[in-house]
């Protein structure tokens, strides 16, 4: 046993898997034998951080889970929330959060692309139509030339893919810090329509012994072999060539026939009554998701590595079994429904016409053994127990948590003491807070994308915090998307990052109008083996337990992704990304975050600070303020804000919205005036700050509070809902020119800027950069 | 009595349904055909292009769909004056058909839909306004002189290059069918480039139709970003209800419609 | 002076697989389509490492799916097409990047339609695919050896 042990060792050390050498004599200890080389690389697929989250586990299932709006939770490739009641029917919205971080690093533009290639998948999978997508970006600093260059490409990336699928990008935020110079984060999030009915769940259907497992898409290529364990290493500078090769090769083409293919198999389960399993290949190839889809179901497989379409010629078995060629789903079907299947895929849907080799076929066979068995030219090349290999490895790292500092009251107010000292005024910094890259118009980057396809769009980007689908045609249910997670913030203190980034997802969609019905994270952190980047990982779990269990929203799907730094070894910014799902039962009770009409009053909703928090602001870093405390926190504060805006918005009496988050209030209202219809201003008094201590006043203007800036009718309308113990604070006002203006604690006009010349600081950083051409339109292929 | 209106689906288009439910929803009896069902093509009272990318753009935006053995079908019917509208790809593959604005050949194209002047694609939205004398589109029946239509223009290939002489021709013989414009109708640099500012071409006899925004994008209240949508705020109804961008389809269905009783 | 590079795909060629289904379709006498994007490079003196940094920008060479192949002229080979655009704008970035001693760049695709012993197909042959199919005169020129 001993001597196979070691061979085991020797053979995974030769093959260059990412198991650890414990790792291998688990395997050979319980296989009695040295693993072949195709069992070798899917154990390395399967107990990779990606698919078993082995550092993670143990302090996720701390998360919040469960809920009355909560149809389908954490498990699966997808989650999925309620979203009502429409001719007798209920509609779930599928929600899936994923990243793309090292193959976009590498090669950002095929790694951005396949990044929504794969979360399009995760939400298909599901049995459901692809209603909507949102990426939220992490880039390093645009003035270093190798950064500039995968900013370009991984927005173009993400148009080249999303755009030609047909599905509408409705979201996403973009942040820069020096921290994703070597290692961006792509994240992405995507939305999917289901009847409850008729959901698909990923895994053998009881009494599936003897059905047909069926492998649709592309032809399997080398591309993309090695996949899963890449993206659990750190990236080398050295190894980036040789990592190009463990990206997959996208073809947005072949996806938008394979969904409307599968939809008609949707179409014709449903009318013969079939439960069907339905899976998408992800890290891990054909073994990965086939075995995943048997092991779920408690059933076995036997799968023919021969019988899978290749693009190249000699592929050894462990390229066929783990390799990670895009645009492939595995379904398992009953043996009498198999012709139907392959006939939408290959006849009707003609997918060998579209792509060389592209074709749905039987490739093996559902069995009750519990073991997952392939064969490859006769041979048996993989025989493992199916719960023994998916059951993966558990980790408790140890970890360290982030120690954050308190502030002394008399550090505080003399760090902002001192830069109020030549203060400037607040018209010139609101026009660099707007000019700052973390704040500046996003226009150049999402007109790259399509937003509107499929008709539902209700809110495109850049009309609201959160982008609105009306995703049932004549029904009048609304579906918002909100993100937030603030790098900045998460440098300083990433449990209240996490908090925060909960916080503003949800302020997001209520801001339109909306339910918060559920939340998914994509949480980015640096080595786990590390105790202090573990322990900010554990801390930013805490930090969402304690936003989600305080808010009542749980989370229904998510995702991790560990070894996000530099080749130095230092870790991104703690980046716990999280997006809010929220439900509109009747659009026409929604609002939009952009002014309406002069004359109505602008008031502050939410957290009143009891105190200056400039800590992580944009006007902090501006000014060179090195505060680290963060905006005040109060959940019963909060969740009555919530209600008073969605009620207000309900009724009509909240004429817009927006939730205050980077840049301030001043910078919400000024967003507000250039998404207006028409030209409108708006005017400040100074002496309505919310905090009034003298030296505090930036604080009060550009502290980026948990809350909203709304607009508001009349008196006595407002007077309805005020009617409650809500945090409500009129600063200003709209007026019917194009200007912004400030008036003193007297009442006097002080400071009058034109609102053209505050849009321009905040439209042009982008627009030089993503708005120029940037070279010869490139061929497809 | 209907009209019938087939919306085809090439591999690679993704405007079907939308377009498919204004069709519908201006009483005109629409239905999906697809590409492996050109069989189905012959019977027809018109025919829609919808937007997307046919066959990935390969070679040319439009041109593997152009002559594709699905278009042979739509050909004879725009030759045998029969109503033909291509949105956005649609407009594209008429282009490469040589139907629009069909002063050539058949699939010899004189004019294109060409990468825009940015080199990428753009979603912006535009309004378009009616650039011809309504008698010179009949398949939009009754359309209002200057009409002015909400839309959005998503595409990376949009902007019209064609020779000098063709351009001229173009704009003489009342080809233009459609420009750029603001909300009030007043001209606007083509967001494009696109030569003439034009946004849409319509062939001599006035049944073939390429335009190149999409109307049925911005064709119920609640997709519109102007205040008609927030006037109409707490009603349901009115909210989900067919407005603006809606008004091309009106005017293509009092066309088919007509044709169809005659 | 000139660079040129072609850039060919190791994964299979969609776009050429297309356009030979859609040449046979038009009756040109053809087995089978190559086809390359042409890169050339306007520089001001030979850049001896123009090679190496091209190669790292994903969008004319990914190693995933590209090969890269310096060429020793700025024409045609014999038998291949050119599709080039007849309004092209002076471009220097690709991917929005700069290439140091870089003046312009300049795209193309270029096309070899051979029969079935994989000989170039008779000019006059590939004369009407050009004209039917493979180039839209109306923005683009064919430019052979």
Redesign the interface.
């Known amino acids: 046993m001993t001597a196979t042990v070691d061979d085991a060792v020797a053979r995974g050390r030769e093959l260059g898997v990412a198991l650890s050498d414990d790792e291998l004599r688990r395997i050979a200890e319980h296989l009695e034998r040295v693993p072949t080389a195709t069992e070798l690389f899917a154990f390395d697929a399967q107990w990779s951080e990606h698919c078993s989250y082995k550092s993670s586990r143990e302090h996720l299932k701390k998360l919040p889970t469960e809920g009355p709006s909560v149809l389908l939770g954490v498990g699966e490739d997808a989650g999925i929330v309620r979203l009502g009641e429409w001719n007798g029917e209920t509609y779930g919205i599928v929600v899936a959060h994923e990243s793309h971080n090292h193959p976009s690093q590498v090669v950002p533009f095929e790694g951005a692309a396949t990044g929504i290639g794969g979360i399009v998948r995760d939400v298909l999978c599901m049995g459901a139509e692809v209603i909507g997508i949102a990426d939220p970006l992490r880039f390093g600093r645009l003035e270093n030339e190798h950064c500039r260059y995968v900013a370009q490409q991984v927005v173009d990336g993400i148009a080249a893919y999303g755009n030609a699928i047909g599905v509408p990008n409705v979201g996403g935020d973009v942040f820069f810090d020096e921290s994703f110079d070597d290692n961006v984060l792509v994240n992405v999030v995507a939305l999917g329509l289901v009847k409850e009915k008729d959901i698909i769940h990923s895994r053998a259907p009881a009494g599936s012994v003897g059905w047909d497992i069926v492998l649709v898409g592309k032809a399997t290529d080398r591309s993309g072999f090695g996949g899963a364990s890449f993206s659990s290493l750190t990236l080398d500078e050295e190894d980036a060539d040789q990592n190009k090769g463990a990206v997959q090769v996208p073809d947005p083409f072949l996806k938008n026939v394979i969904m409307r293919a599968s939809y008609a198999v949707f179409a014709a389960l449903r009318a013969e009554k079939i439960v069907a399993g339905f899976k998408d290949l992800g890290a891990g190839g054909l073994a990965g998701c086939s075995a995943e889809l048997c092991a779920a179901g408690g059933m076995g497989a036997e799968v023919e590595l021969d019988r899978v379409s290749t693009a190249q010629p000699e592929l050894p078995p462990e390229v066929i079994a783990i390799g990670e060629t895009q645009e492939r789903l595995c379904w398992i079907v009953p043996t009498s429904f198999t012709p139907t299947l392959l006939s939408i895929y290959n006849e009707m849907y003609s997918l060998p016409r579209v792509a060389r080799g592209a074709c749905a076929a039987i490739i093996g066979k559902v069995t009750e053994t519990g073991r997952y068995v392939a064969k490859h030219r006769g041979e048996t090349v993989m025989d493992v127990d199916l719960e023994f290999l998916t059951g993966g490895v558990r980790y408790s790292r140890p970890y360290v948590l982030p120690v954050v500092e308190v502030e002394a009251r008399e550090l505080r107010r003399s760090l902002y003491h001192d830069a109020a000292r030549n203060d400037y005024s607040r018209f010139e910094a609101l026009s660099a807070i707007l000019g700052h890259r973390d704040v500046c118009s996003r226009a150049p980057i999402y007109r790259r994308y399509d937003g509107v396809v499929r008709g539902c769009t209700a809110i495109p980007p850049g009309f609201a915090d959160a982008g609105v689908l009306v995703p049932i045609p004549g029904a009048s249910l609304g579906v918002a998307l909100g993100v937030g997670g603030n790098p900045r913030y998460g440098k300083i203190d990433p449990a209240r990052a996490a908090e925060l980034a909960v916080i503003e997802a949800i302020a997001q969609v209520t801001a339109v109008g909306a339910v918060p019905a559920g939340l998914t994270d994509c949480l980015n952190f640096g080595d786990p083996t590390i105790p202090e980047q573990m322990g900010a990982f554990v801390a930013a779990v805490d930090g969402l337990t304690r936003a989600s269990r305080q808010l009542g929203v749980p989370f229904v799907s998510g995702n991790v992704s560990l070894y996000n730094r530099s080749s130095s070894g230092n870790s991104v910014a703690p980046s716990p990304i999280v997006s809010c799902i929220g439900t509109l039962p009747d659009v026409s009770r929604s609002t939009t975050g952009r002014l309406r009409r002069p004359d109505s009053k602008l008031a502050f909703v939410g957290v009143l600070p009891r105190t200056a928090a400039l800590g992580g602001s944009v006007y902090a870093e501006l000014r060179g303020i090195r505060s680290r405390t963060l905006p005040e926190i109060d959940y019963q504060m909060f969740l009555a804000a919530c209600e008073y805006v969605r009620e207000g918005i309900a009724r009509g009496v909240i004429l817009g919205a927006r939730d205050v988050s980077d840049g301030g209030l001043l910078a919400a209202a000024a967003e507000m005036a250039f998404a207006a219809d028409s030209p409108i201003g708006f005017a400040f008094e100074e002496d309505c700050g919310l905090i009034n201590h003298g030296e505090y006043g930036s604080a009060s203007w550009f502290g980026e509070h948990v809350g909203y800036v709304i607009e508001v009718g009349k008196d006595e309308a407002v007077r309805a809902i005020a009617d409650r113990d809500v945090p409500y604070y009129e600063f200003g006002w709209t007026i019917g020119e194009p200007f912004a203006e400030r008036y003193d604690d007297g009442g006097a006009l002080n400071e009058r800027v034109l609102l053209a010349d505050l849009r321009e600081a905040w439209e042009a950083p982008l627009r030089a950069f993503y708005g120029a051409s940037t070279g010869p339109s490139t061929s497809s292929g | 009595m209907t009209g019938t209106v087939a919306v085809l689906v090439f591999p690679g288009t993704n405007s079907e349904d939308e377009t498919l439910r204004a069709v519908r929803a201006v009483g005109l009896e629409g239905e999906l055909v697809h590409w492996s069902q050109p069989e189905k093509l012959a019977r027809f009272d018109a025919y829609i292009l919808p937007g997307g990318f046919a066959y990935e753009d390969r070679i040319r935006a439009g041109a593997v769909a152009a002559h594709d053995a699905l278009m042979d079908p739509v050909i004879e019917a725009a030759q045998a004056g029969k109503y033909v509208l291509g949105i956005c790809n649609g407009a594209q593959i008429l282009a490469e058909a040589g139907l629009v604005p069909g002063t050539g050949p058949l699939r010899r194209p004189t004019a294109a839909f060409a990468p825009n002047a940015s080199g990428r694609f753009q979603s912006v939205h535009v309004h378009v306004r009616l650039a011809v004398d309504p008698g010179r589109v009949p398949i939009l029946a009754g359309i209002e002189p200057g009409a002015v239509i909400p839309a959005w223009a998503s595409h990376g290939d949009g902007r019209l290059a064609a020779p000098e002489a063709e351009l001229a021709r173009i704009e003489r013989d009342g080809h233009l069918a459609f420009v750029y414009c603001d909300r009030d109708g007043n001209p606007v640099a083509a967001p494009n480039g696109s030569a003439l500012s034009c946004a849409g071409l319509v062939n001599a006899e006035g049944n073939v139709l390429a335009v190149m925004p999409h109307p049925e994008r911005d064709a119920w209240t609640f997709q519109h970003l102007d205040a008609t949508r927030d006037a109409v705020r707490g009603n349901t109804e009115e909210t989900l209800a067919p407005s603006g961008g809606i008004v091309f389809f009106e005017a293509f269905a009092r066309a088919v419609l007509a044709e169809a009783i005659a | 002076m000139t660079q040129t590079f072609a850039v060919t795909?190791t994964?299979?060629?969609?776009?050429a697989?297309?356009?030979f289904?859609?040449l046979a379709?038009?009756g040109i006498p053809v087995a089978r389509v190559v086809r390359a994007?042409i890169w050339l490079f306007v520089v001001d003196a030979p850049a001896g490492d123009l090679t190496a940094t091209i190669s790292s920008?994903?969008?004319?060479h990914?190693?995933?799916?590209h090969r890269l192949l310096a060429r020793d002229s700025d024409r045609p080979a014999p038998g291949e097409v050119w599709i080039a655009?007849?309004?092209?704008?002076r471009?220097t970035?690709?991917?929005?990047?700069a290439i140091p001693g870089v003046r312009a760049?300049?795209?193309r695709?270029a096309w070899r339609l051979l029969d079935d012993s994989g000989r170039d197909i008779a000019p006059a042959d590939l004369e009407r695919a050009v004209?039917?199919?493979?180039c839209?005169?109306?923005?683009?020129v064919a430019i052979t050896a």
Do not use: M
């Not at chain 3, 655009?85 to 704008?89: G, I, L, N």
């Not at chain 3, 839209?136 to 683009?140: I, K, V």
């Open positions: 795909l994964i299979p060629d969609n776009e697989f297309t356009a289904e859609t379709r038009l994007d920008i994903e969008t004319i990914n190693p995933n799916k655009s007849r309004d092209e704008a471009v970035l690709v991917g929005g990047r760049i300049r795209r695709t004209e039917t199919f493979l839209n005169p109306a923005f683009q």
